[in-house]
């Protein structure tokens, strides 16, 4: 009886840990898509900011502190939130890696890296390394899913380009905050943002705006869900536009991208 009992919790222990995924903690739903593109059935995922908060200003709920603690990575990415709060992670768990996602990448003041095919193909490479760093017995795994997922990105851009291929290179769009400058630097297009140094623009630079606008024959304002729309809705109003909203948040990474380019075409 002994001997079985034995037997049973060696299989169950040898099985526990053949199975065992890595647990991974990221500060934003783009890098769950990322993380899940490569790690897939390998890897348990935790976002800290949800939808419709703003990464700037997050503040992580208990459950989500507890998540930390059985962490064996978490993928930073250069938003705001992890400034105050990467180094009380730390303290919650000392095993945990940190990795930081834009550390090989050439970076504005704008964290927003995600919104550039090209940088997501830096990106999901670090994942892809760090991955493999820990799990190596499955690296051929995620080699596989990485070379899909690069391969994704291509058709990505690819589309887009398509897009966008009748759009005059430093065509201006508008938006309320100043997200997408990577995407519009990697298709020669130029942003012009409502906000100022991230707060609300003050009358005059109101009415120099709305100058601006028709001056660039600007026909939409896209605004994200996580901030107000009053000042932008104000301005549509003048020049009779409309206001789009779309988040640089959004998990549909792909589509999200698709869908500002055709947006933004002329």
Do not use: C
Request: proline residues 6%; without cysteine.
């Amino acid at each position: 009886m002994k001997n079985i009992f034995l037997s049973l919790l060696f299989t169950f222990t040898s099985t526990n840990i053949l199975y065992a995924k890595t647990n991974v903690v990221v500060s934003i739903l783009p890098q769950q898509t990322f993380v899940n593109a490569i790690g897939k059935d390998k890897v348990n995922i935790s976002v800290m900011v949800k939808p419709g908060n703003s990464p700037h200003t997050y503040e992580p709920k208990p459950s989500q502190m507890r998540a930390i603690t059985k962490a064996d990575i978490y993928f930073s990415i250069g938003v705001e939130f992890e400034k105050a709060w990467l180094p009380k992670f730390i303290n919650q768990n000392h095993n945990m890696n940190i990795v930081n996602l834009s550390s090989n990448i050439n970076k504005t003041k704008d964290p927003h890296i995600w919104t550039s095919p090209t940088k997501v193909k830096v990106i999901v490479k670090t994942i892809y390394d760090t991955l493999v760093q820990i799990d190596s017995k499955n690296k051929t795994y995620y080699k596989k899913n990485y070379d899909n997922f690069i391969a994704d990105i291509g058709k990505t851009d690819l589309q887009i380009r398509t897009i966008l291929k009748d759009t005059p290179k430093d065509t201006k769009f508008m938006v309320f905050h100043p997200a997408w400058g990577y995407f519009a630097k990697d298709y020669n297009l130029i942003q012009l943002s409502i906000e100022v140094d991230g707060k609300s623009p003050k009358p005059r630079q109101i009415a120099n705006l709305i100058k601006k606008a028709r001056e660039e024959k600007i026909t939409a304002i896209l605004t994200a869900p996580e901030f107000s729309t009053k000042i932008a809705k104000q301005i549509a109003n003048e020049l009779n536009i409309k206001v789009i909203k779309i988040t640089p948040l959004n998990p549909r990474w792909s589509d999200n991208l698709i869908n500002l380019a055709n947006t933004i075409k002329k």
